[in-house]
C-alpha cells in the first residue's frame, strides 16, 4: 500500500481508501453486517487506514459496524466520518445548525465508540444556515477535542474560498470517476491550494470494476440506477464502451478491470485518496491491491483518448 499526506494535516492515508455507505444496511440493497465487519478488517489488514463514513449511512448504522470492526485496532485507522446530514426515515435533511452539529458528533463518537475524530467532514452545504454559525460551533468542537482535522464534502469553489476565509480546512471530498467528470475544476482548485482531495464513486457505483455484462435490474431496496445516472441510457452504452478499453488494459496485466479504474483517479497528483466501497473482504482486498501496480503514461492517454471519442468531450 501507498500513502499520502492529507493537505496541511499531519494524516499520512493510504491512496485507497474504504467507502462505507453500502454497510448502512438502507439504500444499497441488503448487506449482512458480519460481512461488513470482515470486509473492514480485512481492508485494514491489507494496508487500508482510512476508512471514510458518515451518520446519513443507514441513520448511523455503518458508523456503529465500523466501531465494531475496529475495536482493538483504533491506532491503525484513520477514522473519516460527517455531519450536515440528518435522516427522516428514506428522506435525506441538510442541516448546519449548530445544534445539529453537536448532536451528530457526540452520536457519532458514542457510535463509532473512540475518543476522537482524525477528519471531521461538512457531509454537504446548508444554504438556511450562515455558514459562519456552522464553524463556530465547529471550531468549539475542535477545541474539546472531538475532532482533529476539519474536512468538507461536495463543496464548490466559491463555498470553499468562504470557508477558507473563517477556519483552516484540509480537504475536500467530490464525487470523481472516470463517469463523473465535472468537478475536475474544483479539484485542480484544491490542488493549487494545497488541499487534500477524497475522491468518492472511484468506481461509478460498480459499473467500472467490468462485473455488469448487461444493464443490471437491482433488487429492492438498491437504490444505485436511481442515484447514479450511468445505469441509464444514454450513459449505460457509453460506459460499457469505456469499459471495454479498461478491459483490454487490464488483461495486459493479468489485472482486474477495477485495478484499473482505481488507478486512473490515483495516478492524479490532485488526487489524495480514491474511496472505493466494498461488500465483501475479497472485494477489499483486490481494491487495496490495486496500490501495488501502476498504470504507464501511455495506457493513461489511451484511456483519455477513448473517453473523449466515446464522451464528445
Given amino acids: ?9 499531519d494524516l499520512n492515508v493510504s491512496v485507497v481508501g474504504l467507502g462505507t455507505w453500502a454497510m448502512g444496511n438502507d439504500f444499497w440493497g441488503k448487506v449482512d453486517d458480519d460481512m461488513s465487519i470482515y470486509t473492514i478488517q480485512k481492508a485494514i489488514d491489507c494496508g487500508i487506514n482510512l476508512i471514510d463514513t458518515a ?8 458508523e456503529r459496524i465500523v466501531g465494531k470492526a475496529i475495536k482493538g485496532r483504533r491506532d491503525s485507522v484513520i477514522i473519516a466520518t460527517k455531519c450536515g446530514t440528518l435522516r427522516d426515515g428514506k ?7 449548530p445544534k ?4 451528530q458528533i457526540e452520536n457519532s463518537l458514542r457510535f463509532l465508540d473512540i475518543d476522537f475524530i482524525d477528519l471531521y467532514q461538512i457531509h454537504w452545504p446548508d444554504p438556511s444556515t450562515p455558514l459562519e454559525e456552522s464553524v463556530n460551533e465547529l471550531l468549539k468542537l475542535k477545541e474539546e477535542g472531538k475532532f482533529r482535522w476539519l ?6 469553489i466559491d463555498l470553499l474560498n468562504k470557508i477558507m476565509s473563517l477556519t483552516e480546512i484540509v480537504s475536500l ?13 474544483v479539484i485542480t482548485f484544491c490542488h493549487e491550494k494545497g488541499l487534500g482531495v477524497l475522491s468518492y464513486g472511484s468506481l461509478g457505483a460498480g459499473v467500472l470494476s467490468g462485473k455488469f455484462k448487461e444493464q443490471p435490474k437491482f433488487e429492492e431496496g438498491d437504490n444505485r440506477s436511481k442515484f447514479y445516472p450511468f445505469f441509464r441510457e444514454p450513459l449505460w452504452s457509453k460506459s460499457m464502451q469505456l469499459v471495454d478499453v479498461l478491459r483490454d488494459i487490464a488483461a495486459r496485466h493479468d489485472k482486474p478491470v477495477a485495478h484499473v479504474a482505481i488507478n486512473w483517479v490515483n495516478q492524479q497528483d490532485r488526487i489524495t485518496t480514491a474511496l472505493v466501497g466494498a461488500k465483501t473482504p475479497e472485494q477489499a482486498e483486490q481494491n487495496a491491491m490495486s496500490a501495488s501496480w501502476e498504470l504507464s503514461q501511455d495506457e493513461i492517454d489511451e484511456i483519455n483518448t477513448a473517453y473523449d471519442r466515446i464522451f464528445g468531450k
Fill in 173 to 185: 471530498q467530490p464525487p470523481y470517476s472516470l463517469l463523473q467528470r465535472d468537478t475536475e475544476e
Fill in 1 to 9: 500500500m501507498r500513502y499520502k499526506k492529507l493537505g496541511s494535516s
Fill in 100 to 103: 445539529d452539529i453537536r448532536k
Fill in 55 to 62: 451518520p446519513a449511512y443507514g441513520d448511523g448504522h455503518a
Fill in 91 to 97: 428522506n435525506f435533511i441538510r442541516s448546519l445548525k
Fill in 151 to 156: 474536512g468538507v464534502s461536495n463543496f464548490n
